[in-house]
């Protein structure tokens, strides 16, 4: 079965053989209209919505697990195809507005000392289709989003390909249509995969893990910046903001003592 989530139109019009060509636009639509049957997407042919229930899958993964905080951000739990549970939260602030927090991994392999997930280490790489279905389980259970921040399980950087891939169909016209300047890349250093960013794109806000300027201190804390020191750290950063005119985001961790 082929997953749909993580395809442009043409990308699906191709993998299903569509023809004419823009009825994977069409299908583009539905998908991110929040339609999860074949059958509802109404201006498709019926033989066509047949065909399309034997060889294509609208969503590959299930919600196991819903909870809600007091000031109304939703955690959902989401079982993906092979049994790995991944996190994708819908942060509201006081004015209402919903910002979706996604994984890029199923658990992490950066071994943050302060993160939980990151002393989980790595079990996979998430697929684009499994990083957009977060947020078109998101958007089913909370509404609109705002804005989407790749902060949650994983280390976007270093499943770049896919980080990409889903980018493209968040910001596509005939989809959710964000504004790239809506859409953050948290990571916690990767300096090639910074580098990537500024020669390939996608110009997205960019946001970094640097918890501590002290290069011990840090090195203690996020073992990342062995191999990727601040002074190279530093440099790219500079790179990226000439190139792109974006700022960049510095994130610190408070602890008591150390930081």
Known sequence: MTPLAGLLPDGIAAALGL?????GRQVFRWIHRGIEAFSDM?????????????????????????????????????????????????????????????????GCGMGCAFCRTGLMGLARNLAAHEIVEQLLHLRRETGDVGNIVFMGMGEPLLNFDAVAAAVAVFSHADGAAMSLRRITISTCGIVDGIRRLVEEGPVVRLAVSLVSAVPETRAALM????????????????VYQERTRRRVTLEVVLIDGVT
Not at 19 to 23: D, E, G, H, L, N
């Open 19 to 23: 023809s004419p060509a823009f009825r």
């Open 42 to 106: 109404s201006d498709l042919p019926a033989a066509l919505r047949v065909s399309l229930e034997e060889q294509a899958r609208i969503l590959t993964s299930t919600v196991d697990t819903r909870s809600e905080s007091e000031d109304g951000s939703v955690k959902l739990r989401i079982r993906l195809h092979d049994g790995a549970a991944i996190e994708a939260m819908s942060l509201q602030d006081g004015r209402g507005r919903r910002t979706a927090c996604l994984s890029t991994q199923a």
């Open 223 to 238: 073992p990342v910046s062995r191999a990727n020191p601040l002074p190279a750290l530093r440099e790219v950063l500079g």
